[in-house]
């Protein structure tokens, strides 16, 4: 048996730069914990458990008592065989051994990374739009599925005529439309696209319908031109590898730090070529950093990242936990 890693946990909670609302609901704290391993050598490295249930993780409660069984120490071996039902867990205990074999191949040709801007939701991101002198990335992301579709395309036209020239903008409806309204939105968004007078470029919808339609979204991607993306219904390794079986046309939005061991999902990226897109669950700079490592290797070439840029001081959110 391999030697034990020493653990040490840290819960954390900050609060979210702008309260996030989406057809799951408003969220206006982000809440994990950071874990660190200690190798036989006295080597240390992290990782970070940053739970997003509504994604079929586990639960903050249910991630705090897998650490405090763990009685400050944990085996190669266990963290190899940590059950699926903690895919949160495998991240950050799976990245934090990953960073002690420096396994970057330095052969490999990394792309260089754009960052995607998180617009507030509804009529907000008018308001802001008015009073933001500049934006801070060419790519920015909207949602949508909150109020009616009427009110939400009106919005949407103001926007286009707000977003400075050669914006891409990116729509996520997190599963909160009907097919009705999907296809309202997917054939605006067509028409946006074909329309010569319009400087903004339109990416694509991400996941329009609930999980449980899925044959309604390979309908709607082979009906409109409008890219459709998945992210609910690729949120763990299991999942990706069916939609893939399945020869999803679109494209798949990976939150990497709610997917299991990174080290599974490298493995996996290697054998499935797919159209990639990496995107965050809002997490601090610890799982930030171990994400984006993917997507060097497996983003989408000339796509953003779905990140903000980088965060100012890294560790500010761990002080702030440290306090509360």
């Known amino acids: 048996m391999s030697a034990p890693y020493q653990v040490q946990f840290q819960p954390y909670q900050f609060p979210l730069t702008f309260p996030l609302v989406t057809a799951h609901g408003h969220w206006t704290h982000r809440q994990g914990i950071i874990i660190q391993l200690t190798n036989d050598q006295g080597q240390t490295s992290s990782g970070e458990i940053a739970p997003l249930p509504w994604f079929g993780t586990e639960t903050l409660a249910q991630a705090t008592e897998f650490c405090q069984q763990l009685n400050g120490w944990i085996t190669p071996e266990k963290i190899q065989d940590l059950g699926d039902y903690l895919p949160c867990c495998q991240f950050a205990f799976g990245s934090a051994e990953w960073g002690f074999a420096d396994q970057a191949d330095q052969t490999d040709k990394f792309q ?63 599963g909160g439309l009907n097919l009705t309204e999907a296809k309202q939105w997917l054939a605006l968004l067509d028409r946006q696209r074909q329309d010569s007078q319009t400087t903004i470029h339109i990416e694509y919808l991400e996941h329009p319908l609930p999980l449980h339609q899925l044959s309604d979204l390979f309908s709607l991607a082979q009906t409109f031109q409008t890219q459709i993306a998945l992210d609910e219904s690729v949120a763990s390794v299991a999942q990706l590898q069916s939609l893939y079986d399945q020869q999803w046309p679109g494209i798949y939005i990976l939150k990497g730090a709610i997917m299991g061991d990174p080290r599974r999902l490298h493995h996996w990226l290697t054998t499935h070529p797919i159209k990639a897109i990496f995107s965050s669950v809002f997490e601090t700079a610890i799982a930030r950093q171990q994400v984006l490592k993917l997507a060097q290797r497996w983003n989408l070439p000339y796509y953003a990242v779905g990140f903000s840029p980088s965060i100012t001081n890294p560790l500010e959110p761990i002080k702030k936990a440290t306090k509360n």
């Open 112 to 174: 260089d990374l754009n960052y995607c801007q998180l617009l507030p939701t509804g009529k907000t991101a008018l308001d802001y739009l008015e009073k933001v002198p500049t934006l801070s990335c060419q790519t920015v992301k909207w949602k949508i599925g909150v109020q009616k579709v009427p009110t939400e395309q009106a919005w949407f036209l103001q926007l286009l005529a707000k977003l400075p020239p050669n914006t891409h903008l990116r729509l996520d409806a997190n």
